[in-house]
């Protein structure tokens, strides 16, 4: 009874969020109500009932459908603005919040609207939440390098609004190399940078992410497991991997959480951190995250409830003098 409410109450950060994918299906109405935009679904209940993926690409398809309802600046501030009362809830303290500007650019929306409602989102979690907020843009990996250079290009007079780039989106046949020059580009900026790589495809996409496109977060990584040597670089480095259970398991990368890899990443003395992912659309928050896993591997008790709250922040890319106040 006790580390529940341990785990509920931790302070903690959040790496690995698509804001995007907090997008709760009463809002998804509401903003198709207020935005004129028609949805394939006749109710909350119908939406929500879609929700019953079969692996990455079922749930993508859903997700981007999600997001068209998503036009003005305040669409995007609402959306990342219900996130962080969900993240103040959780005690969550700092969010890095993945976007994907090329999900709405496509649709016509200009970079500054994205850029312009979730950074307000962020200021004022900060001043009335107490909740610190950074954004990171994130790649469409199934899109083309061209589309991603032109984003990042678009992108460029809002870089104080942004601290890095990721890539996401369907990662079988889409490997880390096809984003190299995007990547490099995106470090002469000075942005940090990071990847998913390792949820759905094979190991060697994490060490690609991390020699071809200068990756310094692994954003699920699940898959190292299945490499004894790339487990062995990875504790090395003390790279960070943004661990997702509930999405692994609603994505069917996990059978169960009773399976999920998680203690052994831990054991094998790796940074790993809980996220949500998708909250909206995996059933729960960071704290359902961390409640769910705990409960479902007993491997798992205060003592890596501490390790996983500490990773959060070293993993972070506040500043370490920031850093320093925390600890
Ligand atoms: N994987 C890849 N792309 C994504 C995800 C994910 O878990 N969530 C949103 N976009
Ligand atoms: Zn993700």
């Not at 009874?1 to 509920?8: G, K």
């Not at 859903?62 to 501030?77: K, N, R, T």
Request: hydrophobic letters at 45%; proline letters at 5%; charged letters at 25%.
């Amino acid at each position: 009874a006790a580390l529940p409410a341990l785990l509920a109450r931790m302070p903690k950060a959040e790496l690995h969020i698509h804001i995007e994918g907090s997008l709760e299906p009463e809002l998804i109405f509401k903003l198709a109500q207020r935005n004129q935009v028609a949805l394939r679904y006749a109710s909350v209940e119908a939406l929500r009932q879609a929700y019953a993926f079969t692996d990455l690409q079922s749930f993508l398809d859903i997700y981007y459908a999600g997001a068209s309802v998503l036009l003005q600046e305040q669409d995007f501030y609402d959306m990342a603005w219900a996130y962080f009362e969900k993240a103040k809830a959780d005690n969550v303290v700092h969010a890095e919040l993945f976007f994907d500007p090329q999900t709405h650019t496509a649709r016509g929306v200009a970079m500054e609207t994205v850029m312009r409602g979730l950074s307000r989102a962020c200021n004022d979690a900060h001043d009335q939440l107490g909740v610190s907020g950074a954004l990171i843009l994130c790649f469409l990996r199934h899109l083309s390098e061209e589309d991603a250079f032109a984003t990042l290009e678009e992108a460029e007079p809002f870089l104080e609004l942004f601290i890095g780039v990721g890539l996401d989106s369907s990662e079988r046949g889409h490997p880390p190399g096809k984003f190299e020059r995007v990547f490099a580009r995106a470090k002469e900026l000075g942005l940090h940078r990071v990847a998913h790589a390792g949820e759905e495809g094979p190991a060697a996409y994490v060490r690609d992410a991390l020699d071809l496109l200068g990756a310094q977060r692994i954003d699920h990584g699940v898959r190292s497991i299945d490499d004894p040597a790339l487990m062995r670089r990875l504790a090395a480095e003390q790279i960070p991997l943004t661990v997702c259970p509930l999405s692994n398991l609603k994505l069917c990368v996990v059978g169960t959480l009773a399976d999920h890899p998680l203690p052994a990443l831990l054991a094998a003395g790796l940074v790993a951190t809980v996220n949500s992912d998708d909250p909206a659309y995996f059933g729960g928050y960071l704290n359902q995250n961390y409640l769910e896993t705990f409960e479902a591997l007993p491997q798992l008790g205060p003592r890596e409830a501490y390790i996983l709250a500490r990773n959060s922040f070293d993993a972070s890319f506040v500043s370490d003098l920031r850093k320093e106040r925390w600890t």
